[in-house]
């Protein structure tokens, strides 16, 4: 099947949880958007990539619409899993599948239509950039931890899936390298929808969309005025960083650690 390129996704306005309507005209995700969605727990952040996900058309308890390319999408693309293009990956992500890593992206590659067996391993080299646990080929995908699962999610949907719209739903809290993750997406020209509670990560984001009583309340587009709060972020980040890897590795943090600017 041919996928129509995408363009443009359109999200229109549904309600709150009153009822009232949302305060938004429409909001526009491009390829190599990046968007974080934020707000207190229960607020709606995992409703609203939902409705993404599955193109609600005003059939979900939020009521909002979405389009794609300006109109409603193709009915296949509801239907069809292969010819979706988004993907989504939350904090929930588990495989029950009892196939070896490598095994497990054949299957994905060949449903998806792909023959080329070079794929698989440039999957996992990629998904090896985002985790600090090494995934190795012949691993059976049930015994991979938390974090080299979502790492390999993410591969898998820039690689494999290869969709331009990715749903992250608070994937940070497993451990996975979110700078590299945001870096790479933005390279490979993503459309991205990070649900956070993370500062550097909707720091990063160019577009800051917030939720409350399950409605957007704002959509805040900082262009550039936060520099200094990212480079303050970094740098604390980069502490945190290094404070948890000794930890991990079993050390001592006797001294203050050395300042690492990046
Ligand atoms: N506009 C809405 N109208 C009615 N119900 C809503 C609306 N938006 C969200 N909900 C419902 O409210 C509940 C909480 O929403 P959701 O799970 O999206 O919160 P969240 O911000 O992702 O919370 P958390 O940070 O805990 O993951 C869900 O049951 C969801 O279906
Ligand atoms: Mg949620």
């Given at each position: 099947m041919i996928r129509e390129t995408i363009r443009e996704i359109t999200i229109l306005p549904g309600q709150n949880r009153k009822g009232t309507k949302e305060v938004f005209d429409k909001i526009h995700i491009r390829p190599g958007d990046t968007l974080s969605i934020v707000g207190p727990t229960g607020?709606?952040?995992?409703?609203?990539?939902?409705?993404?996900?599955?193109?609600?058309?005003?059939?979900?308890?939020?009521?909002?619409?979405?389009?794609?390319?300006?109109?409603?999408?193709?009915?296949?693309?509801?239907?069809?899993?292969?010819?979706?293009?988004?993907?989504?990956?939350t904090q929930n992500t588990r495989c029950l599948c009892d196939l070896n890593v490598s095994d497990f992206l054949r299957m994905h590659l060949l449903s998806r239509g792909h023959m080329k067996e070079s794929c698989i391993q440039e999957t996992i080299n990629l998904a090896n950039q985002f985790t600090g646990e090494p995934?190795?080929?012949?691993?059976?995908?049930?015994?991979?931890?938390?974090?080299?699962?979502?790492?390999?999610?993410?591969?898998?949907?820039?690689?494999?899936?290869?969709?331009?719209?990715?749903?992250?739903?608070?994937?940070?809290?497993?451990?996975?390298?979110?700078?590299k993750v945001i870096e790479t997406l933005r390279q490979h020209h993503k459309a991205l929808l990070f649900v956070t509670h993370d500062p550097l990560v909707s720091?990063?984001?160019?577009?800051?969309?917030?939720?409350?009583?399950?409605?957007?309340?704002?959509?805040?587009?900082p262009n550039g005025v936060e520099e200094h709060a990212i480079r303050q972020m970094l740098h604390m980040d980069g502490i945190i960083g290094?404070?948890?890897?000794?930890?991990?590795?079993?050390?001592?943090?006797?001294?203050?650690l050395p300042v690492s600017y990046r």
């Open positions: 607020s709606g952040k995992s409703a609203f990539i939902n409705d993404i996900e599955i193109f609600a058309n005003r059939d979900t308890v939020t009521g909002r619409q979405v389009l794609v390319n300006g109109k409603l999408p193709p009915e296949h693309y509801v239907r069809d899993p292969a010819a979706k293009p988004v993907s989504l990956i995934i190795v080929s012949y691993v059976r995908m049930t015994s991979l931890s938390g974090g080299q699962t979502r790492s390999l999610m993410v591969a898998d949907a820039i690689l494999i899936s290869n969709t331009p719209i990715i749903l992250l739903d608070e994937v940070e809290n497993a451990g996975i390298f979110k700078e720091l990063l984001s160019d577009r800051r969309i917030v939720m409350q009583d399950g409605a957007v309340s704002k959509v805040i587009e290094q404070m948890r890897e000794m930890i991990r590795a079993g050390e001592l943090v006797t001294a203050p």
